[in-house]
């Protein structure tokens, strides 16, 4: 059964980083896109970050574009997510998701999610 356990979560002032990470367990996404999502309060879910697998493309939401890295550590399984520079707007539940064939940015394509893990920046 494929687990995807998000960590790293917590309560941060604005300015301050965070380091997310994703383990992967159950199977091997070879050639599979890994994404980050976050939703807010009373928001939808939305794209924050995505890499490819193989080959270790990256894309980013217009919105953490230059905040905000995305790697991954093939070895281990792990994806891990950079935050840097926080904004009171980053504030969300933040989800790990990974699928083979889904495009990037789109949530509704990706099978496998975590759980979430909640990050709070506070002004």
């Known amino acids: 059964q494929v687990q995807l356990v998000e960590s790293g979560g917590g309560l941060v002032q604005a300015g301050a980083s965070l380091r997310l990470s994703c383990a992967v367990s159950g199977r091997t996404f070879s050639r599979a896109v890994m994404g980050w999502f976050r939703q807010a309060p009373g928001k939808e879910r939305e794209f924050v970050a995505a890499?490819?697998?193989?080959?270790?493309?990256?894309y980013y939401a217009d919105s953490v574009k230059g905040r905000f890295t995305i790697s991954r550590k093939n070895a281990k399984n792990t994806v891990t997510l950079q935050m840097n520079s926080l904004k009171a707007e980053d504030t969300a539940v933040y989800y790990c998701a990974a699928d083979d064939w889904a495009s990037y940015n789109d949530a509704k394509a990706y099978n496998y999610w975590g759980r979430g893990t909640q990050v709070t920046v506070s002004s």
């Open positions: 890499i490819y697998w193989s080959g270790g493309s990256t």
